[in-house]
C-alpha cells in the first residue's frame, strides 16, 4: 500500500534551465547526467533527490510514471486483505502483524549493508517515525484486529475512505490546497464509499468498524508523512528506516506473540504472511512513495479510492466471497471520481 529510486519529478532541473538555450542544446552539467535507469543500484539507492521546486506541476513523463507507480503500489495493497485472512487461518493476529514487519526489516536492512546507504539526517527521523507507528504498526495491527470479526470485502470498503483522508492530513501537514474540483470529486468518491459500505453493513457498526476507523486516522498520518519524506530520501529507504525504527518493538512482540499464539502453519497461512511482509509491507510501499513523491499526496491517494474494489475482486478470487451487486455500480462511479481527481489541478 516511490518514486522510489529518485522521488524528484523530472522537471526539477528543466525549470530551471534558462530560456535562451537554443533548440536541441542542454547544459553541460544536463548533458553530464545518465539517463533515467542508466544509473546501476548502487547509485540510485544512495542519492538522494532533490525536491521540486515549490509551486511547479510535475512534467507529463514524470507524472504519468509517478501516477503508474502509484497504481502499483494500490494494486499490492489491494491484496493485504486477503493475505491478512489467509495468514490467521494459521497464526494469530498479534503474531501476523509482528513477523510481517520483522521479515519486511529484514529484507530492507539486508538492501542498506549491501549498497552502503547512509544514515538519514536528523531532521528526517521524526518523519520517520510517524511512518513507522502510523504504517508500520498502526495500521497493520488495527486492520488484522478488525479481520477477525469483519469480511475482506467489508473492511475493504470501509478503509476505502483513506484516499479522503490522507488527503486531509496532507493539506494540514503541507500546507497544500488542492481545488475546489478536486475536493468536490474526492467527497463524491468517499460518499459512494460510504453508501456502499452502509449498504453492505445494514448500517450498524462493529468493534470491527472502530479498528477500522482508527487504522484510517493513523494511516493517513503515516502515508503524509512518507510521501513528504520522499521528496528527500529515495521511497524504499523511508520505508526501510521504518521498518528498522520499528524493531525494538516488533522483535520482543513476535517473540511474545509465538509463545501466547503458538502458529499452524498452512500452505495459506505462509504465503499471506510473505506477501504481507514482501508485497504489501515493503515492495508495495517503494513504489507507493515514489508515486507520491512526483504526483502529490493527494492525487496518489485518490488513487486509492478503486483499492477497496479491487480488494472485492480479490475476495471473490482467492476467499471464495460473493461479490455484493452493487460492486460494479460503485467500482463505475469511483472510477470517474479518480479520473477527475487526476485531472484537475492541485
Same mark, same amino acid.
Given at each position: 500500500m516511490r518514486d522510489h529510486d529518485s522521488a524528484t519529478p523530472g522537471c526539477a532541473i528543466a525549470v530551471?534551465?534558462?530560456?535562451?538555450?537554443?533548440?536541441?542544446?542542454?547544459?553541460?552539467?544536463?548533458?553530464?547526467r545518465p539517463a533515467a535507469g542508466a544509473a546501476g543500484p548502487t547509485a540510485i539507492a544512495t542519492a538522494t533527490p532533490r525536491p521540486a521546486p515549490a509551486g511547479h506541476a510535475p512534467a507529463p513523463r514524470a507524472a504519468a510514471r509517478g501516477t503508474l507507480l502509484a497504481a502499483l503500489g494500490v494494486a499490492s495493497f489491494s491484496?493485504?486483505?486477503?493475505?491478512?485472512?489467509?495468514?490467521?487461518?494459521?497464526?494469530?493476529?498479534?503474531?501476523?502483524v509482528t513477523l510481517r514487519s520483522v521479515l519486511a526489516a529484514a529484507v530492507a536492512g539486508i538492501c542498506m549493508l549491501v549498497l552502503r546507504v547512509r544514515l538519514p539526517e536528523r531532521r528526517h527521523w521524526a518523519g520517520l517515525a510517524v511512518v513507522a507507528a502510523g504504517v508500520v504498526l498502526g495500521f *497493520?495491527? /488495527? +486492520?488484522?484486529? $478488525?479481520?477477525?470479526?469483519?469480511?475482506?470485502?467489508?473492511?475493504?470498503v470501509v478503509v476505502g475512505l483513506l484516499p479522503l483522508t490522507t488527503a486531509a492530513f496532507s493539506a494540514v501537514r503541507t500546507g497544500a490546497r488542492p481545488s475546489r474540483t478536486f475536493w468536490t470529486a474526492a467527497l463524491a468518491g468517499a460518499a459512494v464509499v460510504i453508501g456502499f459500505a452502509v449498504q453492505q453493513s445494514g448500517g450498524a457498526l462493529s468493534a470491527g468498524d472502530l479498528y477500522l476507523f482508527a487504522a484510517l486516522l493513523v494511516c493517513a498520518a503515516g502515508y503524509t508523512e512518507g510521501g513528504?519524506?520522499?521528496r528527500h530520501l529515495p521511497g524504499w529507504q523511508v520505508i526501510g528506516w521504518a521498518?528498522?525504527?520499528?524493531?525494538?518493538?516488533?522483535?520482543?512482540?513476535?517473540?511474545?506473540?509465538?509463545?501466547?499464539?503458538? *502458529?499452524? /502453519? +498452512?500452505?495459506? $497461512?505462509?504465503a499471506g504472511l510473505l506477501w504481507l511482509a514482501l508485497g504489501s509491507q515493503f515492495l508495495g510501499l517503494v513504489v507507493w512513495y515514489r508515486g507520491m513523491a512526483a504526483?502529490?499526496?493527494?492525487k496518489a491517494s485518490q488513487l486509492q479510492l478503486a483499492q477497496p474494489l479491487l480488494t472485492l475482486v480479490w475476495s471473490v478470487l482467492l476467499l471464495g466471497e460473493q461479490l455484493p451487486l452493487a460492486a460494479p455500480v460503485a467500482a463505475v462511479a469511483v472510477l470517474v471520481c479518480i479520473?477527475?481527481?487526476?485531472?484537475?489541478?492541485s
Open positions: 530551471n534551465a534558462p530560456a535562451t538555450v537554443p533548440a536541441g542544446a542542454r547544459p553541460a552539467a544536463e548533458a553530464a491484496l493485504t486483505f486477503p493475505a491478512t485472512a489467509w495468514a490467521l487461518e494459521g497464526m494469530g493476529a498479534w503474531t501476523v *497493520p495491527l /488495527l +486492520t488484522t484486529l $478488525a479481520l477477525e470479526t469483519s469480511t475482506t470485502s467489508h473492511a475493504a513528504r519524506l520522499a521498518l528498522l525504527l520499528a524493531l525494538p518493538v516488533t522483535v520482543p512482540g513476535a517473540a511474545l506473540a509465538l509463545v501466547a499464539e503458538p *502458529p499452524h /502453519l +498452512t500452505a495459506h $497461512a505462509v504526483i502529490g499526496v493527494s479520473v477527475v481527481t487526476q485531472r484537475s489541478a
